[in-house]
């Protein structure tokens, strides 16, 4: 199985994003229909991390089968295609009752930013990250010399998958960075201008323009943890 089984976390973004899906969805769902423009009834519909479902995180297809997406039917299909198995880890997914789908990443202080380069170990792994990569930078006109499978390379490829979704196959995709606030027990930023900061400098050793084609499908979202319990 592609799935990764999580478990309730004790502790950081997993342990408040778990709270905030299935203790408080409303609090994220009030933002999200504001920022993705839809109808004040609009439903949210949450398929991870649940805790009937063992708080279970995906990836590769399985993430795409919870969104309700055929990845059989899809015109550049993500396994080996696209991406090698064992891909990006959503830590949290949802799908409207409009047909749009939101993928998830979070982060309660700034080391979680800091992220490995690449683990693959395959030429033909290495290969197909790094021409999806590059695609995604051409798509973005990055004009930057900057290895996107080293440098922040959970942001770079949480882009490309995007770029995936919308681009390549006409997925109404969101990607929601989900910044939360006051989690003391990891000495996380106590507001937005401390993520901003951190997030700035993240996009300038990508080499991201502040606006780019992917701009108004990418969302930051700021929860205070003290809101979560």
Known sequence: MSNKKSGRATKGSQKWVQNLVNLHPDIINKILIGRLHLPIDAQINWVSPLGADNFKEYRDNDFLKHLRIDPAGLKRKLVNNFW???????????????????????????????????????????????KSLEDTKSFLEVNSPADWSNCFYQYANRLAHLYFLRNLNEVKAHLVFLYFLNDKEQCGPKNAKEWNQAIRRVERALGLPKR???????????IDVRKLG
């Open 84 to 130: 090698p198995k064992q891909g990006a880890s959503w830590d949290a997914l949802a799908f409207t009752n409009s047909g749009q789908v939101i993928l998830v990443e979070a982060k309660s202080h700034i080391g979680e930013i800091l992220t490995e380069p690449t683990g693959a170990k395959k030429l033909s792994s290495i290969s197909t990250i790094q």
């Open 212 to 222: 780019h084609k992917l701009s108004n499908s990418i969302h930051k979202v700021f």
